[in-house]
């Protein structure tokens, strides 16, 4: 759970500071906010799917899709930030 929360902390973080970048019109902003979607997807997806020794799954099932959850709204949010336009 230790682990989970140090992520989901440091995922607001990001967001916020990508938030930030976009609406200030940085230009590393949609890069940025692409690797943190692909970094956070990969997070989710190692929780859900990482097998302990017994071969069971590491989280329960429960936990493992609700750090995954958080990544559709990663994707909707990367995907409007590559179909706007840049600003000139």
Request: charged share 10%; with cysteine; glycine share 14%.
């Amino acid at each position: 759970m230790v682990v989970s929360s140090v992520i989901g902390a440091l995922g607001v973080l990001g967001w916020l500071t990508a938030a930030w970048a976009v609406k200030a019109g940085k230009r590393w902003a949609r890069p940025a906010a692409t690797v943190m979607f692909i970094l956070g997807t990969s997070a989710g997806l190692a929780g859900l799917l990482t097998k302990d020794t017994s071969g069971a799954t590491g989280l329960p099932p429960e936990l493992g899709w609700a750090g995954t959850i958080p990544c559709l709204a990663g994707v909707l949010a990367v995907t409007s930030l590559w179909r706007r336009r840049r600003p000139a």
